[in-house]
C-alpha cells in the first residue's frame, strides 16, 4: 500500500503542476508526484484548503496582539488575547503559527549577581522577600534605575504595589539625588492614599536619610531595607526594570532625556499598567487585576 501523503505535501505537488503545466503534461507530473489528477483538477476549483484559509485569519490576530506587546508576546500570552477575543483555536496552533512566521518573543538580559545577606544597620528588612500580599497598599517597593541618553544618564525611580504589580509611582531626573525617589513616592502617596503602608527599597543613600525616614512618617508608610548587597530582597522591582530595558528600552540610547521619559511613561501608563499580561496575575494586566478583585470584594460585602 502505497505511503499517504500529507496534506502540505499533496498542496505543495499540485502548486507544483500548475506552475509548470504548460511545459509537462498534467498526468504525468501527477503520476510521478504520485497524486490524483482529479485530485489537482479539484484543487484548482478551491487553491487554498478551509484549514488554510483559518490559519490565514489568526495569524493577522497574532500579528496583531504580537505587534500591540512591541514584540514581548510569545504564543501563551498571545493565546489569551486571542481567547479574550473569543477565539476557540488552541495554544498549539497559536505557537506553531507563530513559529512558523518567525514571531520569536523577546528575550531578557541575563545578569550574575551574588547575594551577600549582611543584615540592614539603618532601618530593618521588614518584608523578608514576602512579596505576595493579599491587599491593595499592604507593601510597596521601590528602587532606581538608570537609562542611557545622548544628553547624559537619565534615572527613573519607580514604586509598584506588590499585590497587583501596578506601578503607582514613577519619576525621572538627570541626577541619583534623593528628590528623585521622593518625587515618585510622592506620586504614589498622592494617587493611593496609603495607612500604615510598608515601602521596601535597597540601602541606598536615597533611603538611609534623615528626610527620607521622616517623609515616610509624615505619609503613613513603614520604612524597610533590604540587606546589604543582596539583590534578591528587592527582586520584584529587579524584574519590573528588566522587562522595561528588554521591551522597550532594548539597548538604544536616546537622543535626550525628554525622549526617553516620554519613552518610559508610556511604556508605564499605556503599556505595562494598562495591557501588559502578567504572569504572577494569571494573565491579565496590573490594572485589570485590581478592577476584577475590587468587584469581587463589594460582591462579598
Not at 484559509?53 to 504564543?75: C, M, N, Q, V, W
Not at 542611557?148 to 525621572?172: C, E, F, K, P
Not at 528588554?246 to 519613552?263: F, G, Q, S
Request: hydrophobic share 35%; charged share 30%.
Amino acid at each position: 500500500m502505497p505511503k499517504r501523503m500529507s496534506a502540505g505535501r499533496v498542496r505543495r505537488a499540485y502548486q507544483f503542476i500548475e506552475a509548470h503545466r504548460h511545459e509537462y503534461p498534467v498526468q504525468v507530473m501527477c503520476e510521478v508526484l504520485e497524486v490524483a489528477p482529479s485530485g489537482y483538477y479539484e484543487w484548482l476549483q478551491h487553491p487554498i484548503s478551509n484549514r488554510a484559509k483559518e490559519d490565514a485569519r489568526l495569524l493577522r490576530l497574532i500579528r496583531a496582539s504580537f505587534t500591540a506587546s512591541h514584540g514581548i508576546y510569545g504564543a501563551p500570552r498571545v493565546f489569551l488575547d486571542l481567547r479574550e477575543a473569543g477565539e476557540t483555536c488552541s495554544k498549539h496552533r497559536v505557537a506553531r503559527l507563530m513559529r512558523q512566521n518567525g514571531l520569536r518573543a523577546l528575550h531578557g538580559y541575563r545578569t550574575r549577581r551574588i547575594s551577600v545577606g549582611k543584615p540592614s544597620v539603618l532601618i530593618p528588612n521588614v518584608l523578608k522577600r514576602q512579596f505576595t500580599v493579599t491587599r491593595p497598599n499592604r507593601a510597596w517597593v521601590t528602587d532606581i534605575t538608570y537609562i542611557r541618553t545622548w544628553q547624559g544618564w537619565l534615572y527613573l525611580a519607580v514604586v509598584m504595589d506588590l499585590y497587583s504589580r501596578r506601578i503607582v509611582g514613577w519619576a525621572t531626573r538627570a541626577t541619583i539625588h534623593r528628590e528623585l525617589v521622593l518625587d515618585a513616592v510622592l506620586i504614589a502617596v498622592r494617587r493611593r492614599r496609603p495607612r500604615n503602608t510598608l515601602i521596601h527599597s535597597d540601602q541606598g543613600t536615597q533611603y538611609g536619610s534623615y528626610a527620607w525616614r521622616r517623609f515616610c512618617k509624615t505619609n503613613h508608610l513603614q520604612p524597610s531595607m533590604s540587606r546589604r548587597g543582596n539583590c534578591w530582597d528587592n527582586a520584584v522591582a529587579e524584574s519590573f526594570f528588566s522587562s522595561l530595558k528588554k521591551e522597550r528600552i532594548k539597548r538604544r540610547i536616546y537622543k535626550d532625556r525628554d525622549e526617553a521619559t516620554r519613552e518610559i511613561a508610556d511604556y508605564i501608563e499605556s503599556f505595562y499598567n494598562r495591557t501588559r499580561r502578567h504572569s504572577y496575575l494569571g494573565g491579565v494586566s496590573p490594572e485589570a487585576f485590581e478592577v476584577v478583585n475590587r468587584r469581587r470584594r463589594r460582591s462579598v460585602h
